[in-house]
């Protein structure tokens, strides 16, 4: 893509509507050939940007769920020990002649690339895969140490194989919901972006391109609903994903209007803490006393 518009026209044609902001640092990453590294509160379409993109440099998406506990041999490659241990049994079994047949069981014909490797060797093929790291902050902190060298110079060296490189850097997404702060080393090597939740406007549009059979009063009596939720003091405030499902959900209910009697009826959709739906209905009750 040659100019910060084009990017936004291009995630415009598949439905995301991304502000300047936005469209300037995707452009700067995929120039600059840095990761892009992407903050923000749950649900306000973080991880739809790595899926975009994919879509538009008609690259795989290679995803990396992070989780308490991750380590590297799951983010990295494991060896395929059944494979092995049946390699060996067969050699045990037939002899001399079996080793030749069977090779070395340390060769990468037994290896299982794992999300973080298969980028690599998808990048060493001359292919630019799109890795999405998701909710970095999520892991911890020694598998953050272990990503920063890894994204320093994008190649791997497995003991028994050798050296894989990439011949340019894979597209790299990371994503954080902020649970904790990720290291400053980490950030330096990225082009940085908040997403914020949408204003009214913005949001009326990403429903009306999501869900287009919507009436347009409707999404932006949704959109004016989910600002003023967000000004509350919730435990979850509900982000974009959630006023699409709630869009969704109404159009299935045949709701034509945000009434009380519906609002009320589908709190559960937008709200997954009790906490945050009882402080909800107390505001509400007290809005109409």
Avoid at 185 to 195: E, N
Wanted: glycine letters at 4%; charged letters at 30%; one cysteine or more.
């Amino acid at each position: 893509m040659r100019s910060v518009d084009e990017v936004v026209e291009a995630f415009a044609q598949r439905g995301y509507v991304a502000d300047r902001s936005l469209g300037v640092s995707v452009f700067l990453a995929l120039s600059l050939e840095r990761p892009l590294f992407l903050e923000g509160e749950a649900g306000v379409g973080k991880t739809e940007v790595a899926k975009v993109l994919a879509d538009i440099c008609e690259e795989p998406l290679i995803r990396l769920q992070c989780y308490e506990g991750l380590d590297v041999n799951h983010a990295l490659y494991e060896w395929d020990y059944a494979r092995q241990m049946l390699a060996i049994r067969l050699i045990e079994a037939s002899g001399e002649q079996a080793k030749a047949d069977v090779g070395d069981i340390m060769s990468r014909e037994y290896l299982i690339p794992r999300p973080l490797l298969q980028a690599v060797e998808a990048a060493a093929g001359g292919r630019r895969p799109v890795l999405l790291i998701d909710e970095l902050d999520r892991a911890d902190e020694e598998f953050e140490a272990f990503l920063l060298e890894l994204l320093s110079d994008f190649q791997v060296t497995i003991p028994e194989i050798g050296t894989i490189a990439a011949e340019r850097p894979p597209i790299v997404v990371i994503t954080s919901n902020r649970t904790r702060e990720i290291h400053d080393a980490l950030k330096r090597r990225c082009i940085y972006q908040w997403i914020d939740y949408p204003d009214v406007d913005r949001e009326v549009e990403i429903i009306r391109r999501k869900v287009p059979d919507i009436d347009q009063s409707l999404a932006r009596a949704l959109a004016e609903a989910m600002s003023d939720l967000r000004s509350l003091e919730l435990f979850k405030p509900p982000g974009v994903a959630e006023t699409l499902d709630w869009a969704r959900a109404l159009k299935v209910l045949g709701a034509t209007e945000l009434t009380d009697e519906v609002i009320d009826d589908t709190l559960g959709v937008i709200l997954k803490y009790r906490e945050d739906v009882d402080t909800v209905r107390a505001r509400r009750a007290a809005t109409d006393a």
